[in-house]
C-alpha cells in the first residue's frame, strides 16, 4: 500500500466517522520538509532516516456518538509520518458498548543502512561504503476484534499480516574469495488468531488459538563489475574471478500457537495468576546456487571453473513457555508472593546439500573433470529454563516500600555439534547447565516532595555456557527526585555494575557506571527550562586467542561519553517556542560527537489555524574515520488545523 | 494480494454482523444523572474508552470507579461520600477490571506497582480536551523518560531505533517506550513484551531473523538478541555491543577454557589482515542458516 493511499484511507475513514458522529474533536498537522546534507549521506540517513517531501505530522480525532440508532459509541483515530518519511503510523479504535471492540494498527519503516565501517575490509583504504547495505521497508497491519465486550463471555478474532522487502548488497563466499551481491528479498508473515477471554466468578482468563504463515524469497545476483572479488592476492598462483553468480532462495514457515491466562483469587485473599503459551514452528527451504569463473575449494581440493549448489533444508523448532504466580497478604501491610516459570525450546534441523564443481583441476595441474559431492546434515539443540523466585514485598508506612526476593535461575542446554562445521576440535557441542542464584533487596520512600529508591542485585552463578557469561555479579540502582517548590523539581539516577568470570583464560571483568539527572524549572507559566546530563564509563576486558597464532591476548572495550542537554519551551501570546540542544561526546573504543540544535516556533493564527516551523541542526564526528562525518540540516513547515 | 483481501473481507464479516445487530443491543440513551453537577465531565467523557466499557447505562459507567456516588447526589454533593480513586489506594478501582489479561497483562505487583507507583501517576482518567493514547497524562514516552532520564540519554547515540519524538528527536511515528515494554509488567527481561506465540518482542519486527533455522546461532540459544545488541542505542554500528565485529565474535569464539560452547576459528583467520577483521564478510547469516553450518550464506 502506498503512503497516498494509506492517507487517503485515512482521511477517508476519518471523514466518513465524523460524519455521522454526535461529537467531533481533531488536531491535524502536516506540511513539507527540506533537508540538507554535507558529507556522509550515507551516515546521515542510516543514523536517522530522514526524508524529504510532504507529510503528515499528526492526526488525531476522536468521534462520539451514542444514540442507539448509530454505528459506534467512540471512534478514535490516530495517524502520523504519512507522507515522505519513513515511518508510519496509524492506529484506530472503533467502539460500541457491549457489542464490539476494534483495534487496527498500520506501521510502516523504511529501513536503511549504508555504513561505511561495518564490516568493511577496504574501510582503511576510505572506500564508502560497506558491502553489507539495504534498503528495505517494513510494513505491519494489525486487526482484533472483540465481540461483546464487558459480557462475561467476549469471543475475539485477529489479523496480522507484516511483510519485509526491497533491495541490499551482501557479500557471498565461494571459491576462496568473497563477491558482493545484490539482493532483492520478500517476505511476508501471515497470522490469524481467534480466542476467547472469559469472567466469572472472580475468575478471568482467555485461550487463543493462532497460526502464522511465513513465506520469503530472496534473489542474489553479482554486482556488475565486481567479479574481481575482495582478495587481491592470488591463490595458489590463480587469480580467483567470478564472471556470474547467481543465488535464489524460498523458505516457508508455519507455526501453530497457543496461549492461555488465568488470574483470579481465592477465598478473597489469595490471588493466582498464570500463563502458558506453545508453539510448533516448522520451516522448508531450496536453495539454488550457481557459480562460473576460476575458483578454489581448499574442501575438494582443487581448482574449479563452475558450481551448481541445491539445498533442501527442514527444521521444526517446537517451544513452550508457562508461569505460575500465587500471592498471599500475610498482613495488611506485608504481601509474599511465589513465583515459577519454565520455559522449553528445542530445535531439529536437516540439511541435503549436493554441490557439482565443474572442470576441477588438483593443485598438481591435473584435470579431473566435474565432481559432485553430496552433505546430508542434521543439527539439534534444547534448552530449558527454570525459574523459582521467593519475594517480600512490605508497606509499613504509607510513606515506604520496601521488598526483597530471592531466587534461582537454571539453565541446561544441549548442542548437537553438526560435522561439518569441525574446524578445530571443542566448543562446538556438548550439554551446558548453569545455576544463578540471586538476591535482591530494595526500598523506596516517599517523603513530601522527596523520592528516593534504591536496589541492589546480587547474582551467583556456578557455571559459565558461554565465555561472555558472568559467575559473579553486583548491581546496585538509585533514583531520587525533588520537588523543591511547585516551579523546580530535580531526578538523579545511577546504576553500578560489577560482573566477572575469573576462569583460568576466560579472566573477564565488566565495571560499569552510569549516573545522570536532569532539572527541571517552571519559573511561570509561559516559561519552562530544562537542563540534563548522563554520564557513562564503562570497561570491560576478557581474554581471547588470536587465531593466526593461538596466543592469547585482553579484549578490551571502553566507554567514556557524556550527554549533555538544555531545553526551554516559551509560550507568548500566539507564540510558543521550544529550542534545545544535545551534546554527546564519547571516548573509549568507539570514540564521536553528536550535537543536535533544535527550534520549533507555532504560531496560533484563529482558534482552529495555527503554522509552525521546525529547524534542526545534526552535526556527527567520528574521529578516527572522518569518512563517515555529516553536517546536517533540516528545515520543515506545518499547518495545524484543530477543533476541540 | 488477493489472500490479502479475503482476509480483510472475511475479518470484516463480524464487524457487520455485530454493527448490524448493535443498534437494538447496546443502544444507551439514558440520561447520565451525574451530569447535572458535572455536565463539563460527563461531556469530555464521552470520548474516554471507558465510556463504552462495562454494563449498565451511563450513569453506572460512572459509579464503577466512583462508589458512593448515588449517596454522594442524595446528599447534595457532599464529597465526603463519593470515592475518587487516587494513589496506590485508587489503583485498587483500575485493577477491579485491568488485571492478568494477555500475554502482557496488568499486573498489580509489577515493577512500578511495586514501587508504589500508581496508575494515576502515568494515566489521567477526566483529560482536557483531546484525550491521549491509553489516556496517558503526557504524549508518548514523556513519563518514562521523566523517570528514567538515562533512557533518554541511550537513544541520543548515533545508532538506536527510531524513537517518538517524547524520548529523542523529532519523530511523531516513532517507537516508544511501550512499544517494546509492558510498563505494567516485571522487572528486567520481564518487563519486555511477548508476542502471541510467547516470542520475544524483538521478533515481531524483525521477522526475517526468527526461522527456525537449519542452523542456529547458538547465541540465539543461550542468550537473547541483547547478548550482541544494545537495543536502546549503541555508539557501535547495527546496534552492537562491541565497535569491531572481530571483537565480538572472538570474544566467545575462543577457546579458552574447553568448557564453554563456542568453535575457534582456525588459522588461516589472519586478524591483520582487514579481510578477516570482519567476520560477517564471509558468515553472512549470522543468525541463521539453513544451507551452511558455518552460517557463510
Request: charge should be negative; glycine fraction near 10%; include cysteine.
Amino acid at each position: 500500500m502506498t503512503t497516498r493511499m494509506l492517507a487517503m484511507t485515512v482521511l477517508l475513514a476519518a471523514a466518513a466517522g465524523s460524519a455521522a458522529s454526535q461529537q467531533l474533536q481533531f488536531d491535524l498537522s502536516a506540511g513539507y520538509q527540506w533537508l540538507d546534507v554535507t558529507g556522509s549521506e550515507e551516515v546521515f540517513r542510516s543514523q536517522t532516516r530522514e526524508k524529504e517531501g510532504l507529510f503528515v505530522d499528526s492526526l488525531r480525532l476522536v468521534a462520539t456518538d451514542h444514540r442507539s440508532s448509530r454505528l459506534f459509541d467512540r471512534l478514535r483515530l490516530e495517524a502520523a509520518g504519512l507522507g515522505e518519511t519513513s515511518d508510519s503510523r496509524v492506529h484506530l479504535e472503533l467502539d460500541r458498548a457491549r457489542a464490539f471492540s476494534l483495534r487496527l494498527d498500520y506501521r510502516r519503516a523504511e529501513v536503511f543502512s549504508a555504513l561505511p565501517d561495518l564490516a568493511n575490509p577496504f574501510a582503511a583504504a576510505g572506500i564508502a561504503p560497506g558491502q553489507h547495505t539495504f534498503d528495505r521497508q517494513r510494513d505491519f497491519f494489525d486487526l482484533e476484534l472483540s465481540l461483546l465486550p464487558g459480557r462475561w463471555l467476549t469471543p475475539l478474532v485477529g489479523y496480522t499480516r507484516t511483510t519485509y522487502a526491497g533491495p541490499a548488497r551482501t557479500t557471498y563466499h565461494v571459491g576462496n574469495d568473497e563477491f558482493q551481491l545484490a539482493s532483492d528479498l520478500d517476505e511476508t508473515v501471515d497470522e490469524f488468531r481467534i480466542g476467547v477471554q472469559f469472567e466469572a466468578a472472580g475468575v478471568r482468563g482467555g485461550v487463543i488459538q493462532g497460526w502464522r504463515e511465513t513465506d520469503a524469497s530472496e534473489k542474489l545476483t553479482l554486482i556488475p563489475g565486481l567479479g574481481a572479488g575482495n582478495s587481491t592476492q592470488p591463490t595458489l598462483g590463480r587469480d580467483v574471478t567470478a564472471t556470474s553468480l547467481e543465488r535464489t532462495v524460498s523458505t516457508s514457515a508455519t507455526a501453530p500457537f497457543t496461549n492461555a491466562y488465568v488470574s483470579g483469587l481465592v477465598g478473597g485473599r489469595v490471588r493466582f495468576l498464570g500463563s502458558f503459551a506453545t508453539t510448533n514452528a516448522e520451516s522448508e527451504s531450496s536453495e539454488f546456487d550457481s557459480a562460473l569463473g576460476q575458483f578454489v575449494s581448499f574442501d575438494i581440493r582443487r581448482f574449479f571453473l563452475g558450481l551448481a549448489e541445491t539445498a533442501q533444508g527442514r527444521a521444526e523448532n517446537p517451544s513452550w513457555r508457562g508461569q505460575l504466580r500465587i500471592e498471599v497478604p500475610l498482613l495488611a501491610w506485608l504481601d509474599l508472593s511465589v513465583a515459577y516459570s519454565a520455559s522449553h525450546r528445542e530445535l531439529d534441523g536437516r540439511s541435503f546439500v549436493t554441490s557439482q564443481y565443474f572442470d576441477t583441476v588438483n593443485f598438481s595441474g591435473v584435470e579431473l573433470g566435474d565432481l559432485s559431492t553430496v552433505l546430508e546434515a542434521r543439527t539439534a539443540w534444547e534448552r530449558d529454563e527454570g525459574v523459582a523466585e521467593l519475594r517480600l514485598a512490605a508497606r509499613p508506612w504509607p510513606w515506604l516500600h520496601v521488598w526483597g526476593a530471592a531466587a534461582t535461575v537454571d539453565h541446561d542446554v544441549t548442542v548437537s555439534p553438526a560435522a561439518a562445521e569441525v574446524v578445530l576440535p571443542g566448543g562446538q557441542g556438548g550439554s551446558y547447565t548453569r545455576a544463578i542464584h540471586r538476591l535482591t533487596g530494595g526500598a523506596a520512600v516517599e517523603l513530601g516532595p522527596a523520592a528516593l529508591s534504591a536496589e541492589w542485585t546480587a547474582d551467583d552463578a556456578d557455571e559459565a555456557v558461554v565465555r561472555t557469561d558472568f559467575l559473579d555479579r553486583d548491581r546496585l540502582r538509585l533514583r531520587g527526585s525533588y520537588k523543591i517548590a511547585s516551579w523546580l523539581r530535580v531526578t538523579a539516577v545511577g546504576e553500578q555494575l560489577e560482573a566477572s568470570n575469573v576462569t583460568a583464560g576466560i579472566d573477564a571483568s565488566v565495571d560499569s557506571t552510569r549516573w545522570g539527572g536532569e532539572l527541571e524549572i517552571v519559573p511561570t507559566p509561559w516559561l519552562s527550562l530544562r537542563g540534563g546530563m548522563n554520564v557513562v564509563q564503562s570497561d570491560s576486558r576478557l581474554t581471547v586467542r588470536r587465531p593466526q597464532d593461538f596466543g592469547l591476548e585482553p579484549s578490551l572495550y571502553a566507554e567514556d561519553g557524556e550527554e549533555l542537554e538544555a531545553a526551554v519551551a516559551l509560550a507568548l501570546g500566539r507564540f510558543d517556542l521550544q529550542a534545545g540542544t544535545t551534546r554527546t561526546t564519547y571516548d573509549g573504543t568507539a570514540p564521536f560527537d553528536l550535537d543536535r540544535t533544535f527550534l520549533r516556533l507555532e504560531l496560533t493564527l484563529t482558534d482552529a489555524l495555527g503554522a509552525c516551523g521546525h529547524l534542526e541542526h545534526r552535526e556527527y564526528r567520528q574521529a578516527p574515520f572522518p569518512v563517515a562525518d555529516y553536517e546536517a540540516n533540516r528545515y520543515s513547515l506545518l499547518l495545524r488545523w484543530n477543533r476541540k | 494480494m488477493k489472500s490479502f483481501a479475503h482476509s480483510i473481507v472475511a475479518l470484516s464479516l463480524p464487524v457487520l454482523l455485530a454493527l448490524g445487530s448493535g443498534s437494538r443491543a447496546s443502544g444507551d440513551e439514558t440520561p447520565n444523572l451525574c451530569a447535572d453537577c458535572h455536565e463539563d465531565v460527563v461531556a469530555a467523557f464521552a470520548a474516554n474508552p471507558h465510556a463504552t466499557a462495562g454494563g449498565g447505562n451511563a450513569t453506572d459507567r460512572c459509579l464503577a470507579c466512583h462508589r458512593g456516588g448515588n449517596e454522594h447526589a442524595a446528599a447534595g454533593g457532599d464529597k465526603a461520600l463519593v470515592t475518587i480513586p487516587r494513589g496506590t489506594a485508587g489503583a485498587a478501582a483500575c485493577l477491579s477490571c485491568h488485571t492478568g489479561r494477555g500475554m502482557n497483562p496488568i499486573d498489580p505487583k509489577g515493577v512500578h506497582g511495586e514501587r508504589g507507583i500508581a496508575c494515576d501517576t502515568c494515566h489521567a482518567m477526566h483529560p482536557a480536551g483531546i484525550p491521549l493514547e491509553a489516556l496517558l497524562r503526557q504524549a508518548g514516552s514523556s513519563a518514562c523518560v521523566s523517570c528514567h532520564p538515562h533512557a533518554r540519554g541511550e537513544f541520543a547515540r548515533p545508532y538506536t531505533h527510531p524513537m517518538h519524538a517524547s524520548v529523542v528527536g523529532n519523530r511523531a511515528a516513532g517507537l516508544q517506550c511501550a512499544s517494546c515494554h509492558n510498563p505494567h509488567g516485571g522487572r528486567g527481561d520481564d518487563s519486555l513484551k511477548r508476542d502471541a506465540a510467547g516470542e520475544l518482542v524483538c521478533l515481531s519486527c524483525h521477522s526475517d531473523k526468527r526461522g527456525p533455522f537449519v542452523y542456529t546461532h547458538p547465541a540465539q540459544v543461550t542468550g537473547s538478541c541483547m547478548s550482541c545488541h544494545q537495543p536502546h542505542g549503541s555508539v557501535n554500528a547495527a546496534m552492537l555491543t562491541r565497535a569491531r565485529v572481530q571483537q565480538l565474535c572472538l570474544e566467545c569464539h575462543t577457546g579458552t577454557p574447553a568448557t564453554t560452547l563456542g568453535s575457534q576459528p582456525p588459522s588461516f583467520h589472519d586478524l591483520r589482515s582487514p579481510r578477516y577483521q570482519n567476520c560477517t564478510t564471509c558468515h553472512v547469516a549470522i543468525h541463521g542458516s539453513n544451507t551452511s553450518p558455518l552460517l557463510a550464506r
